[in-house]
């Protein structure tokens, strides 16, 4: 099995049952496995909510961490579209020319970076600086200010060896709170002071709530774009024949991004409050549980994708859920998309192979599940064109 392959866990129970369980810091779990039941409970957002207790959807569970709602995350309609309004503008300028070419700068020069070196650490050197710099576009900000959040490491609520870290989260809010009050005192052209002169709903954000958003944007796409950049140059490294289509081929290029964040569904699951007493797969779920829609199971049924487990590039057909479904799709799928197409832009321009050195992966325990999302370490050789 070569190192960049990520086998699915789900797949048996995913067949004959079409949900699992697992424990979440004694809320217990039911996990939707089948694609169409997936989509459906995505959809249904009456049904499975978003907008309860701050922190509880997400799994493992932030409860005893925040109190802070994450905006438009954890809200639902009809308030949710009124934020999304504002917000979807915003993170749609990944779209634009000049801000493409800033990307491409950035990602050219950390490319040429590890040209030069023996041998790079792709996650903390590589993938951890390409997210944080990309970040300063998106929240349109000083670029040095990725130092800053480079240092916090890769992950943003966990410590080595444990679920969630406390004191490790405060080190995040308590930088956002002094950034909101910097913005407060002098608006500028960022983020925060965009979101600070807002209006939902013909109300003015408050300080919670333009926090809520910001702990959205540092967390969300943090841990999930490392995923996705990591794992696609191992796959790349493992496969060279498909770095060299990518050249070849560039008309492909699209097709292919979403398949790797199809197969590599860069964030498992995303959990929802059931409202009422229901059934799911015939298997009855009581009002105040929790059920997950499990993204990287759906993305591999096999009685929606033919060669389920398999990276196929041009694949045509490719309904895949890792962004998200229904009303609460992924707010960052523009940038995620557009770091993905430069990236890959970047290396078929300057790379000519890569290779693994050693590994370290980094696997999800989900109750009976064990599931690769990537790794902690993942060292590589780049070789240039």
Same mark, same amino acid.
């Given at each position: 099995?070569?190192?960049?392959?990520?086998?699915?866990?789900?797949?048996?129970?995913?067949?004959?049952?079409?949900?699992?369980?697992?424990?979440?810091?004694?809320? &217990?779990?039911?996990?939707?496995?089948?694609?169409?039941?997936?989509?459906?409970? %995505?959809?249904?957002?009456?049904?499975?909510?978003?907008?309860?207790?701050?922190?509880?959807?997400?799994?493992?569970?932030?409860?005893?961490?925040?109190?802070?709602?994450?905006?438009?995350? /954890?809200?639902?309609?009809?308030?949710?579209?009124?934020?999304?309004?504002?917000?979807?503008?915003?993170?749609?300028?990944?779209?634009?020319?000049?801000?493409?070419?800033?990307?491409? %700068?950035?990602?050219? #020069?950390?490319?040429?970076?590890?040209? @030069?070196?023996?041998?790079?650490?792709?996650?903390?050197?590589?993938?951890?600086?390409?997210?944080?710099? #990309? =970040?300063?576009?998106?929240?349109?900000? @000083?670029?040095?200010?990725?130092?800053?959040?480079?240092?916090?490491?890769?992950?943003?609520?966990?410590?080595?060896?444990?679920?969630?870290?406390?004191?490790?989260?405060?080190?995040?809010?308590?930088?956002?709170?002094?950034?909101?009050?910097?913005?407060?005192?002098? &608006?500028?052209?960022?983020?925060?002071?965009?979101?600070?002169?807002?209006?939902?709903?013909?109300?003015?954000?408050?300080?919670?709530?333009?926090?809520?958003?910001?702990?959205?944007?540092?967390?969300?796409?943090?841990?999930?774009?490392?995923? %996705?950049?990591?794992?696609? =140059?191992?796959?790349?490294?493992?496969?060279?024949?498909?770095?060299?289509?990518?050249?070849? /081929?560039?008309?492909?290029?699209?097709?292919?991004?979403?398949?790797?964040?199809?197969?590599? @569904?860069? =964030?498992?699951?995303?959990?929802?409050?059931?409202?009422?007493?229901?059934?799911?797969?015939?298997?009855?779920?009581? %009002?105040?549980?929790?059920?997950?829609?499990?993204?990287?199971?759906?993305?591999?049924?096999?009685?929606?994708?033919?060669?389920?487990?398999?990276?196929?590039?041009?694949?045509?057909?490719?309904?895949?859920?890792?962004?998200?479904?229904?009303?609460?799709?992924?707010?960052?799928?523009?940038? #995620?998309?557009?770091?993905?197409?430069?990236?890959?832009?970047?290396?078929?321009?300057?790379?000519?192979?890569?290779?693994?050195?050693? @590994?370290? /992966?980094?696997?999800?325990?989900?109750?009976?599940?064990?599931?690769?999302?990537?790794?902690? #370490?993942?060292?590589?050789?780049?070789?240039?064109?």
């Amino acid at each position: 099995m070569k190192k960049s392959e990520i086998s699915c866990p789900f797949s048996e129970v995913r067949t004959n049952i079409g949900f699992g369980e697992m424990d979440d810091q004694n809320d &217990p779990v039911t996990m939707l496995l089948r694609h169409k039941d997936v989509r459906k409970g %995505a959809h249904d957002w009456k049904t499975f909510q978003s907008g309860s207790t701050p922190g509880r959807i997400v799994i493992p569970s932030e409860v005893n961490i925040r109190t802070t709602r994450q905006i438009p995350f /954890e809200v639902d309609p009809p308030q949710h579209k009124s934020f999304r309004d504002i917000l979807d503008p915003w993170f749609k300028r990944p779209l634009e020319e000049k801000y493409q070419a800033k990307l491409t %700068a950035q990602i050219s #020069a950390l490319v040429d970076e590890v040209l @030069a070196m023996d041998s790079v650490d792709v996650i903390s050197e590589f993938a951890l600086k390409l997210q944080s710099r #990309a =970040l300063t576009l998106l929240l349109n900000t @000083a670029y040095d200010k990725s130092d800053l959040w480079i240092s916090w490491g890769t992950h943003v609520f966990r410590s080595e060896g444990e679920a969630l870290d406390g004191d490790k989260a405060a080190i995040l809010y308590d930088y956002i709170d002094a950034e909101i009050d910097k913005a407060i005192a002098n &608006p500028g052209p960022d983020l925060y002071s965009v979101l600070l002169a807002s209006e939902v709903d013909g109300t003015k954000l408050t300080k919670e709530e333009v926090k809520g958003v910001m702990i959205l944007t540092f967390a969300g796409g943090r841990d999930t774009v490392i995923n %996705a950049v990591s794992n696609s =140059l191992a796959y790349l490294a493992d496969n060279p024949k498909s770095l060299e289509r990518l050249r070849e /081929e560039p008309e492909i290029r699209n097709r292919a991004i979403e398949e790797l964040i199809r197969y590599y @569904a860069p =964030l498992t699951q995303m959990g929802r409050v059931v409202t009422e007493d229901t059934t799911v797969c015939e298997h009855a779920i009581k %009002a105040d549980t929790r059920i997950s829609l499990v993204w990287a199971s759906a993305n591999r049924d096999e009685k929606v994708f033919e060669n389920a487990n398999e990276v196929v590039l041009d694949r045509k057909m490719n309904p895949h859920l890792s962004f998200g479904f229904g009303t609460h799709n992924c707010l960052g799928a523009t940038h #995620a998309r557009t770091i993905m197409k430069v990236l890959i832009e970047v290396l078929t321009a300057k790379v000519q192979s890569m290779e693994i050195i050693s @590994a370290e /992966e980094n696997i999800e325990e989900l109750g009976e599940f064990k599931r690769k999302v990537g790794f902690h #370490a993942l060292q590589m050789k780049f070789n240039k064109k």
